[in-house]
């Protein structure tokens, strides 16, 4: 089953606890501290929290980094939303209410009523359609993160100002998980009417804070919308999101210069800032729904031989990694294309029977060794481009590590993160040292990442082209029954892991740290949802 957020953990404070992450655990045994069940929230007061990197852009349309998610989440409204301690279940957020016709063709949406943009506009249902026209069909000088999403959409109409009428081409079993996007921000029609690249520089939404500054490597903030649609809500005055780098972070947590820190903590940075609060202090772990993974660029030689990019998965003992890397980072669980412990992931009987997921290391870099051999690459040696952060580093020295034991010497490139995404969209790497999250365990949400990069650019790196793995994409995304649709994607994994166009490494643990008196946050195994803040209060 999928994490059920209602059982995360919340751990004691007063002793230090080692991370056990065995791959399929859906988090730690609990004692709860801070406020009570029946604490009342409290309005006033700012809260502070830190974040990692700056943002690329304003955009939430154009790109897929919490950097972006963390800042500007408060500031929109989307059309449904997961619901808080309850994921995976969806509610609305500008939508009250819905209808779905029975052939699962038609999506009508009634939206609140005197919904307001921070400007003082009322939204209503065209900036609605014109938000998710944008998303699917994205005008020049526009780029959507989330188009290939949105191929299933035939047309999106308005009946009156308050209802909207998403019709499909054909039955997509994802479409009210891809509705419930945080991606999905709602913009004014108007505003980009005037210009389609407003939101680009711009903030300005229906969420419940308003936009107040932005200090490029200082500080982003934000204050109460008095006019916010959710009555009583936000309970916080406003809130400062500071930029830090991952060190600094640490020290301002442990010498409560901030409050939190939403995406999440090595176990070592972990104990230190427990030790440091002690009382003060409250845990969240849960299994992540992000994964280390290693992408090849299949247009440059060695990496168009899919000898050589199995040879590559072949070397990597996950299972040793797993074990010794849970104790010093973030990374630990083993698994395929899908979050381990879903309800779609893989059992380990079917996973050892992937490359490089067998238990034999010596029979698997033997093969390794074979298959370079075969392809001309004996002396295989590549560059890397790696992020220049944890848990990237470690990961790199493991993977070089691994690699050595076959022969092959890697370069670790450690760049910035935006060098990173730079070589990401332009092709300009061999290997990328990749992460890859979402919003849900939905697994059209999951696999778009890997079909063929013609058909989702901005998201499959890869630049590879395989139109069975399209073609299993596409009968998965339409499959309604889960039975039969599990079948699919364990194809699609079977698939995409012999052909090796990427592969994954390692998924991470969640481990997140705040001060006891941050109540009303909501744990669960993104860090993309529940970023809005409005009902985060201060005890």
């Not at 109409?157 to 308050?162: A, G, H, P, R, V």
């Not at 006019?227 to 406003?238: E, N, Q, T, V």
């Not at 997921?357 to 392809?375: F, P, S, V």
């Not at 849900?440 to 069975?468: C, F, G, H, M, W």
Request: aromatic fraction near 10%; glycine fraction near 6%; charged fraction near 20%.
């Amino acid at each position: 089953m999928a994490l059920d957020t209602r059982n995360e953990t919340i751990h004691s404070m007063t002793r230090r606890t080692a991370l056990l992450m065995p791959a399929l655990a859906l988090g730690s045994h609990a004692l709860a501290q801070g406020a009570g069940a029946t604490d009342k929230p409290q309005r006033g007061g700012t809260l502070s929290y830190a974040v990692t990197a700056e943002p690329p852009t304003y955009d939430l349309h154009q790109t897929a980094t919490f950097a972006v998610m963390h800042r500007l989440s408060p500031h929109y409204s989307t059309l449904l939303a997961y619901e808080p301690g309850k994921y995976p279940n969806i509610i609305g957020d500008l939508a009250q209410s819905w209808t779905i016709s029975p052939d699962l063709l038609t999506y009508t949406f009634k939206l609140h009523p005197n919904v307001k943009f921070h400007d003082g506009t009322t939204l209503t249902a065209e900036d609605v359609r014109v938000s998710y026209e944008r998303l699917r069909n994205p005008p020049k000088g526009v780029s959507s993160f989330r188009q290939p999403s949105f191929a299933q959409i035939k047309s999106i109409e308005t009946q009156d100002s308050l209802t909207v009428v998403f019709r499909m081409v054909k039955v997509d079993a994802s479409i009210m998980d891809t509705f419930a996007s945080p991606w999905n921000s709602i913009f004014s029609a108007e505003k980009l009417k005037a210009d389609p690249t407003f939101p680009v520089k711009n903030v300005m939404g229906t969420g419940p804070f308003k936009f107040v500054e932005h200090v490029a490597g200082s500080h982003w903030v934000g204050e109460r919308f008095n006019d916010y649609f959710k009555a009583g809500k936000p309970y916080l005055d406003g809130f400062r999101a500071i930029t830090m780098t991952p060190s600094a972070m640490v020290n301002a947590m442990a010498g409560k210069q901030i409050m939190a820190e939403f995406r999440g903590f090595t176990p070592n940075e972990r104990d230190r800032i427990v030790k440091a609060l002690g009382a003060d202090a409250q845990t969240h772990e849960s299994p992540w729904m992000l994964h280390m993974l290693m992408n090849f660029n299949c247009e440059k030689k060695p990496f168009d031989d899919p000898r050589v990019r199995r040879a590559v998965s072949l070397a990597i003992d996950r299972w040793g990694g797993s074990a010794n890397l849970s104790k010093v980072s973030q990374l630990g669980s083993i698994g395929g294309l899908v979050r381990p412990g879903s309800k779609w992931a893989a059992s380990e009987a079917e996973m050892v029977q992937w490359p490089g997921y067998g238990r034999d290391m010596a029979a698997n870099r033997a093969e390794a060794k074979r298959l370079l051999k075969e392809a001309g690459y004996e002396n295989l040696s590549f560059t890397m481009i790696n992020r220049n952060q944890q848990p990237y580093i470690t990961a790199g020295v493991f993977i070089i590590d691994q690699l050595r034991q076959i022969g092959v010497k890697v370069e670790d490139k450690q760049v910035e993160i935006a060098a990173w995404y730079s070589a990401q969209t332009s092709g300009n790497f061999e290997a990328l040292l990749d992460s890859f999250t979402q919003f849900s365990d939905d697994p059209t949400n999951v696999l778009v990442k890997y079909i063929s990069t013609d058909r989702a650019p901005d998201v499959a790196i890869q630049r590879a082209i395989d139109r069975e793995l399209d073609s299993l994409f596409d009968r998965q995304a339409e499959m309604v029954d889960p039975v039969e649709r599990k079948k699919l994607v364990r194809q699609f994994e079977n698939r995409l892991l012999d052909q090796a166009y990427a592969i994954p490494i390692l998924w991470w643990q969640r481990i997140v740290v705040m001060e006891t008196r941050v109540q009303g946050w909501t744990m669960s195994p993104t860090h993309m949802i529940y970023q809005d803040l409005a009902d985060i209060w201060l005890k």
